[in-house]
């Protein structure tokens, strides 16, 4: 292994959480990809010289490289060569590859993911009108607080708009909000309040009695903080305790009554909880824990009746879109009365800004709803809000966390605010010299592109069932539609994307099957195989703790008659990653160079041979499901040239077959 491969393994898995690059707080993207792994394989692809792939991923200190944009005589190798991106999602492919000096082509068919490729495109073409990147900085200097800036002291005294037009307006819609709606939160004993936790209840069937739906009612663990619920009939007030183990009153989705001891069975709890949400501690500025009292209640009940989102959940897959399950079944359901109420009102501010400056902020609110509906929850070791899509689709939770957007806080609109600028800046100053950076909305099965015009496709398609991406972005998609509707009607005029944007979404879920991601998939490469030219290089990133997922990769790479010259595995994840976690944990995705097959393409060796390569190239790095796709992988190249997809089921048993040997197992093991 190369040491540079080896630095890339170490330093590309460290984009996620907060090592994760500045744009990662500005748009959602579910899939994102990170840049370094990104830059890593475009320039082994694109330039023979290493010595050129090496000046362009530095660690500077404890800089990632996705800081520095790679060097200039990079750029004038690469300019006016097109790389396409079928699969763009949130870009980190064309992004670094518009930055290395090509010419980016980045097709989307989700309209969230191909909104997030216009704001790139903005970047590079408007992006010094919007923003004055050196102004940005030194402002963020002068306010600096913790890993960001103090936002709202920077909006309040006016000299965010040194910045220019973005920041300017940003602040300005930021404080007449505040000036309109901060009534609705009054401040508890002189300090203003960060969160309302609330709870769902039910009643219960046998006594009567209300009963708080809760996992865990700590407050802050460190501390030892909780709350627990004192009855009083069949109502109850709340304690905030040091010390107290807390309550928990609900166990695989069944409930237990606080006061009879009855066991709520599941279905009684899904049918019954409905909107009966209770407001039960509030937490100030001080990081202090209030039980909700009269004045809370009654501040919240005097917000009016907001005018409630329409659009539906997908009811076609209650068992990733779990809400209408429990009778939520709108978006509109998503929320409680003062939340919607604010996401309106940002909603209604955003609508009048000027078309550019619009399309970025408009990702505040798309932000802002998932930390502030019904379905996130109180994290007690952050001492914050865990967001609606951390599990990469709208989750459902018992307890819920209410913001307000106006004080201090990682989810109050001030962060959102300088989140966006700062991951604006970012995004203007990677593009500063780059390439073109073309957004197409559209899908992969139909490319508009003429036969054999392009020598590089460079993509990371759908892996199988690990996101159902329609159903997921729905969640913003309703919320942005309303923001930029108007200025984009040929992506944001659908009702909702589960409903009329996924005929084409190859991935699994949603109700579309395994057998609809294969036949798509194939027909994607085989549409692929058309637009590009016959000596180019197709580069596909994939995976999968599953066998049925590179089944389907391996049918689309022979159906379209590709042949794998090189697979690789690059580490993505940490074990810590949502993708890593559990039995199907993976930490690498692996890398195919392809090119179109022809009468002198070499054969490879035998299915066996190849197995055994591929491991033996692992071993030392890599184990469980990371070994195991090594095998699929060096499966998907034999199958190339055999025309045969068994190839995938037999790499399985040679696996199995070489895992058994005791001479492996020394060195399998990390
Ligand atoms: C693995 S993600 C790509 C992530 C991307 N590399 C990034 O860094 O954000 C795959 C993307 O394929 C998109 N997709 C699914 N079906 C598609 C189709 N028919 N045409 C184009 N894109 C499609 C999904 O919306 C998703 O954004
Ligand atoms: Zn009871």
Same mark, same amino acid.
């Not at 899939?31 to 010595?51: C, E, F, K, N, Q």
């Not at 660690?59 to 996705?66: A, F, Q, S, V, W």
């Given at each position: 292994?190369?040491?540079?491969?080896?630095?890339?393994?170490?330093?590309?898995?460290?984009?996620?959480?907060?090592?994760?690059?500045?744009?990662?707080?500005?748009?959602?993207?579910? +899939?994102?990809?990170?840049?370094?792994?990104?830059?890593?394989?475009?320039?082994?692809?694109?330039?023979?010289?290493?010595?050129?792939?090496?000046?362009?991923?530095?660690?500077?200190?404890?800089?990632?490289?996705?800081?520095?944009? =790679?060097?200039?005589?990079?750029?004038?190798?690469?300019?006016?060569?097109?790389?396409?991106?079928?699969?763009?999602?949130?870009?980190?492919?064309?992004?670094?590859?518009?930055?290395?000096?090509?010419?980016?082509?980045?097709?989307?068919?989700?309209?969230?993911?191909?909104?997030?490729?216009?704001?790139?495109?903005?970047?590079?073409?408007?992006?010094?009108?919007? $923003?004055? =990147?050196?102004?940005?900085?030194?402002?963020?200097?002068?306010?600096?607080?913790?890993?960001?800036?103090?936002?709202?002291?920077?909006?309040?005294?006016?000299?965010?708009?040194?910045?220019?037009?973005?920041?300017?307006?940003?602040?300005?819609?930021?404080?007449?909000?505040?000036?309109?709606?901060?009534?609705?939160?009054?401040?508890?004993?002189?300090?203003?309040?960060?969160?309302?936790?609330?709870?769902?209840?039910?009643?219960?069937?046998?006594?009567?009695?209300?009963?708080?739906?809760?996992?865990?009612?700590?407050?802050?663990?460190?501390?030892?903080?909780?709350?627990?619920?004192?009855?009083?009939?069949?109502?109850?007030?709340?304690?905030?305790? #040091?010390? *107290?183990?807390?309550?928990?009153?609900?166990?695989?989705?069944?409930?237990?009554?606080?006061?009879?001891?009855?066991? $709520?069975?599941?279905?009684?709890?899904?049918?019954?909880?409905?909107?009966?949400?209770?407001?039960?501690?509030?937490?100030?500025?001080?990081?202090?824990?209030?039980?909700?009292?009269?004045?809370?209640?009654?501040?919240?009940?005097?917000?009016?009746?907001?005018?409630?989102?329409?659009? &539906?959940?997908?009811?076609?897959?209650?068992?990733?879109?779990?809400?209408?399950?429990?009778?939520?079944?709108?978006?509109?359901?998503?929320?409680?009365?003062? &939340?919607?109420?604010?996401?309106?009102?940002?909603?209604?501010?955003?609508?009048?800004?000027?078309?550019?400056?619009?399309?970025?902020?408009?990702?505040?609110?798309?932000? &802002?709803?998932?930390?502030?509906?019904?379905?996130?929850?109180?994290?007690?070791?952050?001492?914050?809000?865990?967001?609606?899509?951390?599990?990469?689709?709208?989750?459902?939770?018992?307890?819920?966390?209410?913001?307000?957007?106006?004080?201090?806080?990682?989810?109050?609109?001030?962060?959102?605010?300088?989140?966006?600028?700062?991951?604006?800046?970012? !995004?203007?100053?990677?593009?500063?010299?780059?390439?073109?950076?073309?957004?197409?909305?559209?899908?992969?099965?139909?490319?508009?592109?003429?036969?054999?015009?392009? #020598?590089?496709?460079?993509?990371?398609?759908?892996?199988?069932?690990?996101?159902?991406?329609?159903?997921?972005?729905?969640?913003?998609?309703?919320?942005?539609?309303?923001?930029?509707?108007?200025?984009?009607?040929?992506?944001?005029?659908?009702?909702?994307?589960?409903?009329?944007?996924?005929?084409?979404?190859?991935?699994?879920?949603?109700?579309?099957?395994?057998?609809?991601?294969?036949?798509?998939?194939?027909?994607?490469?085989?549409?692929?195989?058309?637009?590009? +030219?016959?000596? *180019?290089?197709?580069?596909?990133?994939?995976?999968?703790?599953?066998?049925?997922?590179?089944?389907?990769?391996?049918?689309?790479?022979?159906?379209?008659?590709?042949?794998?010259?090189?697979?690789?595995?690059?580490?993505?994840?940490?074990?810590?990653?949502?993708?890593? #976690?559990?039995?199907?944990?993976?930490?690498?995705?692996?890398?195919? $160079?392809?090119?179109?097959?022809? &009468?002198?393409?070499? +054969?490879?060796?035998?299915?066996?041979?190849?197995?055994?390569?591929? !491991?033996?190239?692992?071993?030392?790095?890599?184990?469980?499901?990371?070994?195991?796709?090594?095998?699929?992988?060096?499966?998907?190249?034999?199958?190339?040239?055999?025309?045969?997809?068994?190839?995938?089921?037999?790499?399985?048993?040679?696996?199995?077959?070489?895992?058994?040997?005791?001479?492996?197992?020394?060195?399998?093991?990390?």
């Amino acid at each position: 292994m190369s040491s540079l491969k080896q630095l890339v393994d170490k330093i590309a898995p460290r984009e996620r959480g907060a090592g994760a690059p500045p744009h990662a707080r500005l748009y959602p993207s579910f +899939a994102r990809m990170s840049l370094t792994a990104a830059r890593y394989v475009l320039l082994t692809t694109l330039l023979g010289d290493p010595h050129l792939v090496e000046s362009a991923i530095r660690l500077e200190g404890n800089r990632l490289p996705y800081w520095h944009n =790679p060097p200039a005589e990079v750029r004038e190798r690469l300019r006016g060569v097109v790389v396409l991106d079928p699969f763009a999602g949130g870009g980190s492919i064309p992004l670094e590859a518009a930055r290395m000096g090509a010419h980016a082509v980045a097709l989307e068919y989700n309209p969230v993911q191909w909104l997030a490729l216009k704001t790139i495109q903005l970047a590079r073409e408007r992006g010094r009108e919007l $923003i004055d =990147p050196k102004a940005w900085e030194a402002l963020k200097r002068w306010y600096r607080r913790g890993f960001g800036a103090d936002m709202e002291a920077m909006c309040r005294s006016g000299e965010a708009e040194k910045a220019g037009p973005l920041a300017r307006e940003g602040c300005r819609i930021a404080l007449e909000l505040e000036a309109e709606l901060s009534r609705h939160y009054p401040p508890k004993g002189g300090r203003r309040v960060t969160h309302y936790i609330w709870v769902k209840q039910v009643r219960c069937p046998k006594c009567g009695a209300w009963v708080p739906l809760v996992m865990s009612s700590v407050l802050d663990r460190k501390r030892g903080i909780s709350w627990k619920p004192v009855y009083n009939g069949d109502d109850y007030d709340v304690v905030v305790e #040091r010390g *107290g183990e807390g309550v928990r009153t609900v166990s695989r989705g069944t409930a237990t009554c606080l006061v009879c001891g009855y066991k $709520i069975k599941k279905k009684e709890v899904r049918e019954s909880v409905g909107h009966n949400d209770k407001m039960v501690v509030v937490v100030t500025e001080d990081k202090k824990f209030h039980p909700a009292d009269e004045a809370d209640r009654k501040a919240y009940e005097e917000v009016p009746e907001p005018e409630r989102l329409t659009e &539906q959940l997908s009811p076609l897959d209650p068992r990733t879109v779990r809400p209408p399950v429990y009778g939520w079944t709108r978006y509109g359901d998503l929320f409680n009365k003062r &939340q919607h109420v604010y996401l309106n009102r940002l909603v209604e501010r955003l609508k009048q800004l000027e078309p550019d400056i619009r399309t970025v902020l408009a990702w505040l609110v798309a932000r &802002q709803a998932d930390y502030n509906s019904r379905m996130t929850s109180w994290d007690a070791n952050k001492l914050g809000v865990m967001h609606t899509t951390s599990f990469k689709s709208v989750r459902v939770s018992y307890d819920y966390v209410e913001v307000n957007p106006f004080a201090r806080g990682a989810s109050s609109l001030w962060n959102a605010l300088y989140d966006a600028i700062n991951g604006f800046a970012f !995004l203007v100053h990677a593009m500063e010299e780059a390439g073109p950076f073309e957004p197409v909305f559209g899908s992969a099965l139909r490319l508009p592109f003429p036969d054999s015009s392009i #020598r590089y496709v460079v993509t990371d398609p759908p892996y199988f069932d690990s996101i159902p991406y329609s159903e997921s972005y729905d969640f913003y998609y309703v919320w942005l539609k309303r923001v930029v509707g108007d200025l984009y009607p040929e992506a944001f005029s659908y009702w909702t994307l589960w409903r009329d944007r996924s005929a084409e979404d190859i991935s699994v879920g949603g109700g579309r099957t395994a057998e609809h991601f294969r036949t798509f998939l194939k027909r994607a490469f085989r549409e692929i195989r058309r637009v590009l +030219a016959d000596d *180019g290089v197709f580069v596909v990133f994939y995976a999968h703790p599953k066998r049925e997922a590179w089944v389907a990769l391996a049918e689309a790479v022979t159906g379209a008659g590709f042949t794998v010259e090189d697979v690789y595995p690059l580490r993505m994840w940490m074990e810590t990653d949502v993708h890593a #976690r559990g039995k199907d944990a993976i930490t690498v995705a692996y890398v195919f $160079i392809m090119r179109p097959k022809t &009468q002198q393409s070499p +054969a490879p060796n035998s299915l066996e041979a190849e197995v055994e390569k591929a !491991l033996e190239q692992m071993v030392t790095a890599y184990r469980g499901n990371d070994l195991k796709m090594g095998a699929y992988a060096a499966a998907v190249k034999v199958a190339a040239h055999m025309d045969a997809v068994d190839a995938v089921e037999k790499a399985e048993h040679i696996f199995s077959h070489l895992q058994a040997q005791t001479s492996m197992s020394p060195s399998v093991s990390p």
